[in-house]
T-cell receptor
Framework: EPEVTQTPSHQVTQMGQEVILRCVPISNHLYFYWYRQILGQKVEFLVSFYNNEISEKSEIFDDQFSVERPDGSNFTLKIRSTKLEDSAMYFC??????????FGPGTRLLVL | RKEVEQDPGPFNVPEGATVAFNCTYSNSASQSFFWYRQDCRKEPKLLMSVYSSGNEDGRFTAQLNRASQYISLLIRDSKLSDSATYLCVVDTGGFKTIFGAGTRLFVKA
């Protein structure tokens, strides 16, 4: 069964450093999403991406964040200058025209 | 008012019990509705989509009331493996998805 994959599974970084989180969506999916979940809190929408551009973004997704689909298979989330409060689990999701989103296993980011 | 609001929980029930979760949403233009489950430190996994006509999948029944902006999930004959956090999820039109805070369920032997 096809699945969304994410790398790395865990990342530790120093405050102020740039991180890139990678996702490989399911191959025939057209819509891509990033979410974050701070430990003990709810899943929060960050951004959606369709047709090679951002469709919608939340207030969390400020200038420090960017997304890219560089090669038709990977979908990346970049955080330019990490803050302590960026520590969270980051989930990628994808879907086809139908409504159901499939989530990757997540990347746990720890900013020290 | 929160965009998606769920029962705070946790719910502690014995095996075999019936348990109901409730959810309300604030955006009347919301188009699609789902229940996901999330196990500790894992990704959300789709449990079922929710339709106005109601839908059932084995022991699970979901209902949507658009007029009241209310979604429910009923689990019958609870199993130990049902222990998880249940997430009410609302899609506002295809590009933005809002999660409720989740309701934790503990099923005990």
């Amino acid at each position: 069964e096809p699945e969304v994959t994410q790398t790395p599974s865990h990342q530790v970084t120093q405050m102020g450093q740039e991180v890139i989180l990678r996702c490989v969506p399911i191959s025939n999916h057209l819509y891509f999403y990033w979410y974050r979940q701070i430990l003990g809190q709810k899943v929060e929408f960050l951004v959606s991406f369709y047709n090679n551009e951002i469709s919608e973004k939340s207030e969390i997704f400020d200038d420090q964040f960017s997304v890219e689909r560089p090669d038709g298979s990977n979908f990346t989330l970049k955080i330019r200058s990490t803050k302590l409060e960026d520590s969270a689990m980051y989930f990628c999701a994808s879907r086809r025209q139908e409504e159901t989103q499939y989530f990757g296993p997540g990347t746990r980011l720890l900013v020290l | 008012r929160k965009e998606v609001e769920q029962d705070p929980g946790p719910f502690n029930v014995p095996e075999g019990a019936t348990v109901a979760f409730n959810c309300t949403y604030s955006n009347s233009a919301s188009q699609s509705f789902f229940w996901y489950r999330q196990d500790c430190r894992k990704e959300p996994k789709l449990l079922m989509s929710v339709y106005s006509s109601g839908n059932e999948d084995g022991r699970f029944t979901a209902q949507l009331n658009r007029a009241s902006q209310y979604i429910s999930l009923l689990i019958r004959d609870s199993k130990l493996s049902d222990s998880a956090t249940y997430l009410c999820v609302v899609d506002t039109g295809g590009f933005k998805t809002i999660f409720g805070a989740g309701t934790r369920l503990f099923v005990k032997a």
